[in-house]
């Protein structure tokens, strides 16, 4: 098969869908890759290093969409690139249709067969293909908020660590999934008193039975939140609630119990966020000030660390990706639920049922489109 690879297009966006390590495993399964060039510069990847690993570097996204079978991205595929796509060929990135009426048009249109990472399951009940990026955004969050924690940035000039006779900073991390388990470990890490909330008893004896002696756990109530808040340095927000928008646990009355200088660095941000006063902020641009409290809320994490990021997306995808050019799309998915499971488009049909009830569009079952 021919997996393309083109740079992406969007905006701030620095990631790249195949490592050249991912790349040369494609080449030895007998594949042939194509790169378009740059493409893996902003994750530090040249195109000499996808030449050494033994894959061809085309020079513009249309020659690489003209000729690829498999299309392998990160970010949904932009107006500009959905025109390219065509009837047959498989798409394989992040799509996040639901909210998106748009694109899932234009994807419908092309005729083309679009797995989207973020409906991949795996036997756990888990996303796979979500959970590299939550555990980046996990790991960053303490570091981002120990920076804002600084006076010059609006902090209370607290050292999450301390130092031999000063306490260190106290942090509370609510919701204790995979954002909230990597955030809590990295900032115990940094020396920081943590306190994880979760209202799921047996995530919350996981916790205990794992990292009991690393950080604490406590029963997710508005009442113990109103106990710690005004003891707390920083506020990690790191809850879901699968398909709503992120509960408000915080409220902006609350935030006056606070100390001057306390950081919220809401993670949450991209389903809304979990606390009453956070707004998305950018990269450029990422926290700002309300009542006192300094709010971090940049709602695509991992494109700080887009090198970090790359690597671990392409772990976690290249065996799909493998699956998938090796096989085909359809046995791959007949062979493997969890990969059917991210199908979201095939041949003009919509194969993904909560997209097409947040679109209002018919749903064919992918067991049907793969038959
Ligand atoms: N900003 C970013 O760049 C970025 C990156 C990755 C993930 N995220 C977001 O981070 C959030 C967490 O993702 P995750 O992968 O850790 O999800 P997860 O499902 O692994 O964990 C969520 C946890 O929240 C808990 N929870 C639900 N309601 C709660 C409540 N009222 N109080 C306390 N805990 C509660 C759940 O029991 C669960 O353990 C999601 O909204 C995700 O979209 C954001």
Not at 204 to 226: E, H, I, K, P, Q
Request: glycine share 12%; proline share 6%; aromatic share 4%.
């Amino acid at each position: 098969m021919k997996l393309g690879c083109p740079k992406e297009v969007k905006p701030q966006e620095f990631r790249v869908g195949i490592t050249p390590n991912a790349a040369q495993e494609a080449v030895a399964h007998g594949h042939e890759v194509l790169i378009e060039t740059q493409a893996g510069v902003g994750a530090g990847f040249d195109d000499d290093a996808y030449v050494a690993a033994g894959a061809t570097i085309l020079a513009t996204a249309p020659e690489v969409f003209a000729s690829a079978d498999m299309i392998v991205k990160v970010k949904e595929p932009q107006p500009v690139e959905r025109k390219m796509l065509r009837e047959g060929q498989l798409l394989f990135t992040y799509l996040h249709l639901a909210p998106d009426p748009e694109q899932t048009r234009d994807l419908l249109d092309s005729g083309c067969t679009a797995i989207a990472y973020e409906t991949v399951t795996d036997r756990n009940g888990g996303l796979p293909l979500l959970a590299p990026m939550s555990e980046v955004a996990g790991r960053l969050a303490p570091q981002v908020g120990a920076w804002t924690l600084q006076k010059a940035n609006g902090g209370r000039g607290v050292l999450m660590g301390g130092v031999p006779g000063v306490g260190p900073a106290r942090i509370i991390v609510i919701g204790g999934g995979v954002v909230g388990t990597h955030a809590a470990r990295i900032a115990a890490g940094m020396g920081a008193d943590v306190t994880v909330l979760d209202r799921s008893l047996p995530r919350l004896r996981y916790l205990d039975d794992v990292y009991g002696n690393v950080f604490n756990t406590g029963y997710s109530t508005g009442g113990l939140m109103a106990e710690l808040l005004p003891l707390a340095d920083m506020v990690i927000g790191a809850v879901l609630i699968p398909g709503a928008a992120a509960p408000k646990l915080v409220t902006r009355a609350q935030l006056s119990s606070m100390k001057p200088g306390a950081v919220l660095v809401d993670v949450a941000i991209d389903q809304g966020g979990c606390f009453e006063t956070s707004k998305a902020t950018t990269h450029s641009d990422p926290i700002y000030e309300v009542d006192g409290v300094m709010h971090y809320c940049v709602a695509n994490m991992p494109g700080a660390v887009a090198r970090t990021s790359t690597i671990a997306l392409s772990n976690a995808t290249m065996p799909f990706m493998l699956a998938l050019a090796d096989k085909g799309w359809k046995k791959a998915c007949a062979d493997d639920p969890h990969l059917l499971a991210g199908l979201n488009v095939h041949a003009g049909q919509l194969t993904y049922a909560a997209v097409g009830e947040a679109l209002g569009l018919d749903v064919v079952a992918p067991e049907t489109a793969i038959a």
